[in-house]
């Protein structure tokens, strides 16, 4: 069973304390039209940089993306890059209390991606391979444990950068015992004997093949290499395992697989934050481990179809589950209207263009999915505004609709290009523009542009009006007369 709308929900009272290597993720990105002469390289044409939270300051900030409460603990240096983060993660204070030891002479950490339109060219890496100093170590362990009474779980998120040395790792996991709180691992090292007494560790396929040099291919192959840790080292197995989705493998119970979430992978950067983010806060917040485990592989699907690092939201989740359930007569398709805003919102953040469109859908029918695919084409995220049974009957007739908004909602949300769906009672969608603020408003070409409700909204922010071909002779109106018509004989 899917996560409910009160599980989600429930996230906002979690506490999660995110010990482990903060970094900076910087992506360059551009068009590449030709290589260069000098060597067989392209050349980019840069168009955009940005810079977002990476490492354990990513979990921190996915963490405060679905709605819980982060504590951060890590290691930079005194540099520019260290401000750089300070400033991503100030925008995010209300939510992420940082803890961030500076360590003179150590870089902070900077992974620089190269983007050449949607592919990642080349990444660059800057770093100190070593460990942190003793004086260092102090000052991180004085801060997890001052921190651990105040969470419900502690998260270690080890990139193998040198803050996480086997003297802290034995400290926040002797924290974690002594405040009776559950430690959850991402783990990156090879030897994980350090994680033991850890509750749970969170590996993708590669990190545990060479974590038991097993082979982890099959299910049983898995299985197998997850017993290995299991006996050794005592803490339960959630693998990631790309396509093929998640796996979980607990002492003495039957594995647990779900499918992948994915609608279409964009960029796996950052992704097992947030599976390790999600994880963490679900069970910090009271949720059995297996309800932890279905909201972090939403949450990854999610990510992994957004540009370079990213987050998940409460709206997000709560659209992605209820298009993920196909059953008739469920009300979960439609979204209330404020967790439709903040769900645009959060898709503008990710420079994605958020196209709206309309209409009663009563019946739906060839001329329907065409409008449909033609709006998708048209921006890359599709919100539906469907009328309300109420406001069906005014304009169509007491006779109408056919089927209710909760059917019609449900068969919207499970449409392939549709990525929300609300309900709207009034003649037309115009408050619903006003809410929304699309960046694309989409309407059929039998309606000219000044008659299109909110059109003029979405000019003045710079939006586009998108009239889009219909498919002549299809209706719902004619559907429902051809179903009344005997057949000839």
Same mark, same amino acid.
């Given at each position: 069973?899917?996560?409910?709308?009160?599980?989600? %929900?429930? /996230?906002? *009272?979690?506490?999660? =304390? $995110?010990?482990?290597?903060?970094?900076?993720?910087?992506?360059?990105?551009?068009?590449?039209?030709?290589?260069?002469?000098?060597?067989?390289?392209?050349?980019?044409?840069?168009?955009?940089?940005?810079?977002?939270?990476?490492?354990?300051?990513?979990?921190?900030?996915?963490? %405060?993306? /679905?709605? *819980?409460?982060?504590? =951060? $603990?890590?290691?930079?240096?005194?540099?520019?890059?260290?401000?750089?983060?300070?400033?991503?993660?100030?925008?995010?204070?209300?939510?992420?209390?940082?803890?961030?030891?500076?360590?003179?002479?150590?870089?902070t950490t900077i992974k620089t991606r190269y983007m050449g339109g949607q592919h990642q060219i080349v990444r660059v890496d800057r770093e100190h391979p070593g460990a942190i100093g003793k004086a260092t170590e102090d000052r991180v362990i004085a801060a997890v444990e001052m921190l651990a009474d105040d969470c419900d779980a502690i998260m270690i998120s080890d990139y193998a950068k040198g803050a996480l040395t086997d003297r802290v790792l034995a400290a926040i996991i002797a924290a974690g015992k002594k405040a009776g709180v559950p430690v959850i691992v991402d783990p990156k090292r090879n030897d994980w004997l350090a994680y033991r007494g850890a509750a749970i560790i969170t590996p993708n396929r590669k990190e545990l093949q060479l974590a038991t040099h097993a082979p982890c291919g099959s299910d049983a192959e898995c299985a197998n290499a997850a017993e290995q840790i299991i006996s050794t080292v005592g803490a339960a197995i959630l693998l990631t395992r790309s396509e093929h989705g998640m796996s979980l493998f607990r002492s003495g119970e039957q594995p647990l697989h779900l499918a992948a979430k994915a609608r279409e992978v964009f960029d796996v950067s950052g992704a097992g934050d947030t599976v390790a983010a999600a994880v963490s806060l679900g069970i910090a917040s009271g949720l059995p481990v297996e309800t932890a485990m279905q909201l972090a592989n939403v949450a990854a699907g999610i990510v992994v179809a957004k540009r370079g690092t990213a987050t998940a939201t409460p709206a997000e989740l709560l659209a992605e589950i209820g298009a993920g359930r196909r059953q008739a007569g469920s009300a979960t398709g439609a979204l209330p209207l404020a967790e439709a805003r903040k769900l645009r919102e959060a898709w503008g953040r990710e420079g994605l263009s958020v196209g709206f469109t309309n209409g009663c859908f009563d019946i739906l029918h060839a001329g329907h999915i065409a409008l449909l695919r033609q709006a998708s084409d048209a921006c890359d995220r599709l919100i539906v505004g469907l009328n309300t049974d109420a406001s069906v009957r005014g304009l169509k007739g007491p006779e109408r609709p056919v089927q209710s908004e909760d059917v019609r909602a449900a068969v919207m949300a499970a449409i392939k290009g549709v990525d929300a769906v609300i309900l709207f009672g009034e003649a037309t969608p115009l408050e619903v523009v006003r809410e929304l603020q699309p960046d694309v408003l989409i309407k059929g070409a039998d309606y000219a542009e000044d008659q299109i409700a909110g059109a003029d909204v979405v000019r003045a922010r710079g939006g586009r009006i998108v009239r889009v071909t219909l498919v002549e002779g299809q209706s719902t109106t004619k559907v429902i007369e051809k179903s009344r018509t005997p057949p000839n004989g």
């Open positions: 069973m899917s996560p409910t709308k009160d599980q989600i %929900a429930q /996230l906002a *009272g979690g506490r999660v =304390l $995110v010990v482990g290597d903060v970094m900076v993720d910087h992506y360059v990105s551009g068009r590449v039209s030709r290589v260069s002469d000098e060597a067989p390289v392209p050349i980019i044409h840069v168009g955009e940089e940005r810079w977002t939270a990476g490492g354990a300051a990513n979990v921190a900030a996915n963490v %405060a993306a /679905l709605g *819980g409460k982060a504590m =951060l $603990v890590g290691v930079t240096g005194g540099d520019a890059a260290a401000s750089t983060l300070a400033g991503l993660l100030s925008d995010l204070a209300s939510s992420i209390e940082t803890h961030l030891v500076t360590e003179p002479g150590r870089p």
